[in-house]
């Protein structure tokens, strides 16, 4: 009898843990298909980051809230486009970003629980980084 509750217990916890699949958005945005008219922004958490959320700004019109082991992926026309963090260290990168290009940006932030943020950072990567981070990343709505 113990054993069958113990298994079931056991079960129920193997469940809980199971991942979801991803969205078709997410499937879509892993391909790093570039968009012809457009230019690509990835921006990616992490999985090893702080649990504090952190606030990023795209051309002072677009805010998102990034999360550890998520990623973000914006189709910006070409030209010149501000990407700035919120908050701690408000750190920003300008880009002249180019039609049919994609362009990686990992995010990281640092803090605790008691603290929050402390400090973010934002630095462009190249293709084999973003990629490597993005493909262990959740699409973030």
């Not at 879509?28 to 952190?54: H, L, N, T």
Request: hydrophobic share 45%.
């Amino acid at each position: 009898m113990w054993r069958s509750f113990i298994a079931a217990i056991l079960g129920a916890l193997a469940a809980a843990c199971a991942q979801l699949p991803p969205s078709p958005a997410d499937i879509e945005a892993k391909r790093f298909q570039p968009v012809p008219d457009k230019a690509v922004i990835y921006v990616v958490r992490s999985p090893m980051d702080s649990d504090e959320a952190g606030v990023l700004m795209l051309d002072d019109r677009f805010t998102l809230t990034t999360l550890r082991g998520t990623y973000h992926r914006w189709e910006v026309d070409p030209g010149m486009h501000k990407i700035e963090g919120v908050g701690a260290s408000g750190n920003r990168v300008t880009l002249n970003a180019a039609a049919g290009r994609i362009y990686y940006f990992v995010h990281t932030v640092y803090g605790t629980m008691r603290m929050g943020t402390t400090m973010t950072a934002l630095q462009p990567i190249n293709e084999a980084q973003g990629r490597a981070l993005v493909t262990q990343s959740t699409l973030f709505p």
